[in-house]
């Protein structure tokens, strides 16, 4: 079991930045596949970016690859989500996401694969 606190959001313009962390607790010691999702009103929640604990393979989203990084700390039991040249496109409710089971590759942004789930924390980039 793992709970999951996302933190960091708020409101920027296009071409700001936000560093989003989603703080991990609870049975921090084994290897997780995490993820970022994001969810804009009215629209399904999409993948951008993931990060594998135990050797740190990312991997990204076309929409975000070279804008948005992920990296952990492992020390602090925290995931981040750099986010550079951020357009208004990139509104959505970003939620960090968490599971212990093996992933291959095409499986790292699909909802059902991934149990634990933080609350979200919303963006917002204006023009």
């Known amino acids: 079991q793992v709970q999951l606190v996302e933190s960091g959001g708020g409101s920027v313009q296009a071409g700001g930045t936000l560093r989003l962390s989603c703080a991990a607790s609870g049975n921090t010691n084994s290897n997780y596949y995490m993820a970022w999702f994001r969810q804009a009103p009215g629209k399904e929640r999409e993948g951008v970016a993931s990060?594998?604990?135990?050797?740190?393979?990312?991997t990204y989203a076309d929409s975000v690859r070279g804008r948005f990084t992920t990296s952990q700390d492992a020390a602090k039991n925290t995931l981040y989500l750099q986010m550079n040249s951020l357009k208004p496109e990139d509104t959505a409710t970003y939620y960090c996401?968490?599971?212990?089971?093996?992933?291959?590759?095409?499986?790292?942004?699909?909802?059902?694969?991934?149990?634990?789930w933080g609350q979200g924390t919303q963006v917002t980039v204006s023009s």
């Open positions: 996401a968490a599971d212990l089971r093996w992933m291959r590759a095409s499986w790292r942004f699909a909802l059902e694969r991934y149990k634990y």
């Open positions: 990060l594998y604990t135990g050797g740190g393979i990312t």
